[in-house]
């Protein structure tokens, strides 16, 4: 791992492979996940030409784990000091779970200059369920807006369970083997943070592609999320993976990577 140094002085770090002449893909795990958890894309995206960054931002695998002060908006400056300080332009910027919405917290903050295109991996923009949004978190409404991610991520009976997935559940017990379930108060306050945000104006003033990809057995929210997504980006698309859960790029590997690189080499 290499490390970069934020400007708190947090350290952050991230790993590189592939042709450092190849278009630069950056890779960010979604909440508590580490950059090793994106095993099963790597190589594809090597072979395929790619220069690959997998990306620890605070709180995640080997980077620096404060206690407290981590929010959105602050991932979301995390995310503008590596590009710059990697000097990276023309980005595909991947992310999964809290890692894509960690993208719209960027460009929320920052110009999309540096970025070609963006895939978000089973993210729905607003996890609070409302009216004109019913794509959130299952069981997450206005009347459970602050109590509901209090305590712990609540689970919600949906998606195969996870004793019946079989090499899914193998692929994720691999990828995720070296993370601490427990979740501190800190990481309970982004948590918290993360699923009170509405990155859906983000979304629509944003002018690169963007896939938006579902697991069509997510555990946390319909997978019609991807499509109602997409609708929202000027140049938006969506992709649902059957028998496949909210950590599609590693339940599905195959599948993912043939739809990720499909979009890759069309940017």
């Known amino acids: 791992m290499a490390a970069i140094t934020a400007d708190d002085g ?13 278009r630069p893909v950056v890779l960010l795990a979604g909440f508590k996940a580490p950059a090793t958890s994106w095993r099963y894309q790597v190589g594809a995206l090597t072979q ?7 990306v620890d931002l605070r709180g995640h695998g080997s980077a620096e784990h404060p206690n407290a002060g981590v929010t959105m908006e602050r991932r979301g400056q995390d995310m503008a000091q590596v590009l710059e300080a990697l000097d990276l332009t023309d980005v595909l910027l991947v992310g999964g779970s809290m890692g894509g919405n960690t993208i719209w917290s960027y460009l929320s903050q920052f110009s ?6 963006i895939a978000i991996v089973d993210q729905t923009p607003k996890m609070l369920n409302t009216a004109d949004w019913p794509h959130g978190y299952y069981g997450f409404d206005e009347s459970n807006a602050d109590t509901y991610f209090a305590e712990e991520i609540p689970p919600t009976g949906h998606g195969t369970p996870i004793w ?26 982004l948590l918290n943070d993360h699923a009170k945000a509405d990155w859906r104006p983000v979304i629509e003033g944003t002018d690169v592609p963007v896939l938006f990809v579902a697991g069509a057995e997510s555990e946390h929210w319909p997978a019609s999320h991807a499509a109602a997504s ?13 028998d496949d859960g909210h950590a599609a790029n590693i339940e599905q590997p195959e599948a993912f990577n043939e739809i990720l690189l499909d979009f890759a080499k069309s940017l």
Do not use: C, H, N, W
């Open 230 to 242: 997409a609708g929202l980006a000027p140049i938006g698309t969506s992709v649902i993976i059957p």
């Open 112 to 117: 999309a200059d540096r970025i070609a295109g």
């Open 48 to 54: 395929a030409g790619f220069q690959v960054f997998s």
């Open 164 to 189: 019946k997935r079989g090499r899914r559940l193998l692929r994720l017990l691999k990828a995720m083997k070296d993370v601490d379930r427990t979740l501190t108060r800190g990481e309970l306050a």
């Open 10 to 22: 947090v350290r952050l770090e991230y790993t590189q492979a592939g042709d450092p002449s190849g």
